[in-house]
C-alpha cells in the first residue's frame, strides 16, 4: 500500500512511531489511575476504554495522511483553511459547552473547530510562505502571514479559548524565521509583546525599554525608522490597560494569580498548588503505579486532563517525569532533523509549524503544573484525556512523518 504512493516502510521514521507510543502509553496508564475509584469502576472504563478507541481513531487518520501525496496536502491547504474559518464562525452560534461556545456537540462526540484551527493555519501558511513569489522583505508578504493567524485567533478568542489562541499566534514566528525572516525583523514582532507583559510594572517597562532602545542602536538603521518602532512600542504600553479590560474576569484571575499580584486559594491558584504538592510528593522513584494520594483523594482538579503531568510526577517521581521530557525532545529532534533535511519548502514549514504547535502544548502545560506559567487550559500531547487534542496531535504526527517520508522530494 505504501508503494503505491511511491514510499515504503524504511522511509517512515521509526524513532517517532516509538515515541508516540511510549507517551500514549503513559497517558493511558495515567488516565486509568486518575479516574480509578475504589467505590466502581465505571469511570475507569469509560474513560480508559475512550481513550484507547481515540487514540486507534487517530492512528488511523494519521496514517491516511502519511499516505496522502504532499501535493495534496499542499493545494487542499487554502481549502482546509477556508472551511475552518466558517467552523469557528459557526461554533459562536450553535455552539456549547459549560457557558462557552467551543464545541459541535454531535450525540457523544465533542468536535472543537480551534483544533482544527491548529493544523488548518500552519498549512496555510505553509503553502503561501512556500510560493516562490514570496519576499520576506514586503510588508505585504509579512502582513498577509499575520492576517492569516489572526483571523482564527480572533474568532477563537470569541469563544473564548485563550489557551488555543496562544498556540495558534505562537505558529507565526517560528514559521517566518524559518522561511527567511531576518532576526531584527523579528524583534520588531516580538518587542510589542514584550512591551505588554512588561507594562504593569514600571520597573519591568523601564528594563524592557533600555532593551528596546540598546537593540535599535546596535542595529544602525536609519532614525525614522528607529523612532518609529520605539513610538510603537511606547504606544502599545499605552494601550495595555485598555487590553486587560478587555479581558474576561476569569482570564484577569488566571494572570494576576500567576504573577503573584492576586491569590486565589480556591481557584486556579488552589490548581496550581495541588499540582505543585503532587509532583513535589512524588520524589525521584515515585509513590508508585495507583498509589498517588493527591490523585486517589482528589485533591488535584482537572488531573486526567489539563493536569496529567503532577499524576505521573507523583506516582512516578522524577525519573518519570524526565522520561516523559526526554521522549518529547527525541520526538521534536527527529522532527526538526526532517525539516533540516527536506527538500521541498512547504514540507519543511509544515513540520516546523507541526513542531511549534507541539512544543507549545508541552511548554506550557508543564510550566503550568509547576507554578512557572498561567493555567491556560492546554492539554499535554498524546497524555491528556480527550478525543479532539489527541486526534490533532495524531494528525501533527501524520503530517510530520508524510514530510520525512518525502524529505528528498522536491
Same mark, same amino acid.
Given at each position: 500500500?505504501?508503494?503505491?504512493? #511511491?514510499?515504503?516502510?524504511?522511509?517512515?521514521?521509526?524513532?517517532?512511531?516509538?515515541?508516540? %507510543?511510549?507517551?500514549?502509553?503513559?497517558?493511558?496508564?495515567?488516565?486509568?489511575? /486518575?479516574?480509578?475509584?475504589?467505590?466502581?469502576?465505571?469511570?475507569?472504563? #469509560?474513560?480508559?476504554?475512550?481513550?484507547?478507541?481515540?487514540?486507534?481513531?487517530?492512528?488511523?487518520?494519521?496514517?491516511?495522511?502519511?499516505?496522502?501525496?504532499?501535493?495534496?496536502?499542499? @493545494?487542499? /491547504?487554502?481549502?482546509?483553511?477556508?472551511?475552518? !474559518?466558517?467552523?469557528?464562525?459557526?461554533?459562536?452560534?450553535?455552539?456549547?459547552?459549560?457557558?462557552?461556545?467551543?464545541?459541535?456537540?454531535?450525540?457523544?462526540?465533542?468536535?472543537?473547530?480551534?483544533?482544527?484551527?491548529?493544523?488548518?493555519?500552519?498549512?496555510?501558511? /505553509?503553502?503561501? %510562505?512556500?510560493?516562490?513569489?514570496?519576499?520576506?522583505?514586503?510588508?505585504?508578504?509579512?502582513?498577509?502571514?499575520?492576517?492569516?493567524?489572526?483571523?482564527?485567533?480572533?474568532?477563537?478568542?470569541?469563544?473564548?479559548? %485563550?489557551?488555543?489562541?496562544?498556540?495558534?499566534?505562537?505558529?507565526? %514566528?517560528?514559521? !517566518?524565521?524559518?522561511?527567511?525572516?531576518?532576526?531584527?525583523?523579528?524583534?520588531?514582532?516580538?518587542?510589542?509583546?514584550?512591551?505588554?507583559?512588561?507594562?504593569?510594572?514600571?520597573?519591568?517597562?523601564?528594563?524592557?525599554? !533600555?532593551?528596546?532602545?540598546?537593540?535599535?542602536? *546596535?542595529?544602525?538603521?536609519?532614525?525614522?525608522?528607529?523612532?518609529?518602532?520605539?513610538?510603537?512600542?511606547?504606544?502599545?504600553?499605552? *494601550?495595555?490597560?485598555?487590553?486587560?479590560?478587555?479581558?474576561?474576569?476569569?482570564?484577569?484571575?488566571?494572570?494576576?494569580?500567576?504573577?503573584?499580584? =492576586?491569590?486565589?486559594? &480556591?481557584?486556579?491558584?488552589?490548581?496550581?498548588?495541588?499540582?505543585?504538592?503532587?509532583?513535589? @510528593?512524588?520524589?525521584?522513584?515515585?509513590?508508585?503505579?495507583?498509589?498517588?494520594?493527591?490523585?486517589?483523594?482528589?485533591?488535584?482538579?482537572? =488531573?486526567?486532563?489539563?493536569?496529567?503531568?503532577?499524576?505521573?510526577?507523583?506516582?512516578?517521581?522524577?525519573?518519570?517525569?524526565?522520561?516523559?521530557?526526554?521522549?518529547?525532545?527525541?520526538?521534536?529532534?527527529?522532527?526538526?532533523?526532517?525539516?533540516? @533535511?527536506?527538500? #521541498?519548502?512547504?514540507?519543511?514549514?509544515?513540520?516546523?509549524?507541526?513542531?511549534?504547535?507541539?512544543?507549545?502544548?508541552?511548554?506550557?502545560?508543564?510550566?503550568?503544573?509547576?507554578?512557572?506559567?498561567?493555567?491556560?487550559?492546554?492539554?499535554?500531547?498524546?497524555?491528556?484525556?480527550?478525543? @479532539?487534542?489527541?486526534?490533532?496531535?495524531?494528525?501533527?504526527?501524520?503530517?510530520?512523518? #508524510?514530510?520525512?517520508?518525502? &524529505?528528498?522530494?522536491?
Amino acid at each position: 500500500m505504501l508503494a503505491r504512493t #511511491n514510499i515504503s516502510w524504511k522511509d517512515i521514521d521509526k524513532a517517532i512511531i516509538i515515541c508516540v %507510543l511510549l507517551l500514549a502509553s503513559a497517558g493511558l496508564m495515567a488516565i486509568y489511575s /486518575a479516574t480509578s475509584s475504589p467505590v466502581t469502576s465505571a469511570v475507569i472504563k #469509560n474513560s480508559f476504554s475512550k481513550q484507547i478507541i481515540w487514540f486507534l481513531m487517530g492512528a488511523m487518520i494519521a496514517s491516511a495522511i502519511v499516505l496522502t501525496p504532499a501535493k495534496y496536502l499542499r @493545494s487542499s /491547504a487554502y481549502w482546509l483553511y477556508g472551511v475552518c !474559518l466558517v467552523l469557528l464562525v459557526l461554533v459562536l452560534f450553535i455552539g456549547g459547552g459549560k457557558g462557552v461556545h467551543r464545541w459541535f456537540i454531535i450525540g457523544p462526540i465533542y468536535l472543537q473547530p480551534a483544533e482544527i484551527a491548529k493544523i488548518a493555519t500552519l498549512l496555510a501558511l /505553509a503553502r503561501y %510562505l512556500s510560493d516562490e513569489a514570496r519576499d520576506l522583505k514586503s510588508l505585504k508578504d509579512i502582513g498577509v502571514c499575520f492576517a492569516l493567524v489572526l483571523a482564527p485567533t480572533a474568532l477563537i478568542l470569541k469563544e473564548p479559548d %485563550l489557551g488555543t489562541a496562544i498556540v495558534v499566534v505562537s505558529l507565526l %514566528l517560528p514559521v !517566518l524565521f524559518w522561511a527567511g525572516l531576518s532576526p531584527f525583523i523579528v524583534f520588531i514582532i516580538v518587542s510589542p509583546v514584550l512591551t505588554v507583559i512588561s507594562a504593569f510594572n514600571v520597573f519591568t517597562f523601564g528594563a524592557v525599554m !533600555l532593551l528596546i532602545i540598546a537593540v535599535l542602536v *546596535l542595529s544602525k538603521r536609519k532614525l525614522p525608522v528607529l523612532l518609529a518602532i520605539f513610538i510603537l512600542n511606547v504606544g502599545v504600553g499605552a *494601550l495595555t490597560p485598555k487590553l486587560w479590560h478587555g479581558l474576561k474576569d476569569y482570564q484577569k484571575t488566571r494572570i494576576l494569580t500567576f504573577v503573584g499580584i =492576586q491569590e486565589d486559594p &480556591r481557584g486556579t491558584g488552589y490548581q496550581v498548588a495541588q499540582s505543585q504538592v503532587a509532583i513535589g @510528593s512524588g520524589g525521584f522513584w515515585g509513590k508508585g503505579w495507583l498509589r498517588g494520594t493527591q490523585t486517589k483523594l482528589r485533591f488535584l482538579p482537572e =488531573q486526567h486532563t489539563d493536569f496529567i503531568f503532577a499524576v505521573i510526577g507523583e506516582e512516578f517521581g522524577f525519573w518519570g517525569v524526565m522520561i516523559v521530557l526526554i521522549t518529547f525532545f527525541v520526538l521534536f529532534w527527529r522532527a526538526l532533523g526532517i525539516a533540516i @533535511s527536506a527538500k #521541498n519548502k512547504f514540507l519543511v514549514l509544515m513540520v516546523v509549524g507541526c513542531v511549534t504547535v507541539l512544543g507549545v502544548h508541552v511548554i506550557v502545560n508543564t510550566g503550568m503544573t509547576v507554578g512557572i506559567m498561567p493555567v491556560t487550559g492546554i492539554p499535554l500531547p498524546f497524555l491528556s484525556y480527550g478525543g @479532539s487534542s489527541l486526534w490533532m496531535c495524531m494528525t501533527l504526527i501524520g503530517l510530520i512523518l #508524510n514530510a520525512g517520508a518525502r &524529505r528528498f522530494q522536491y
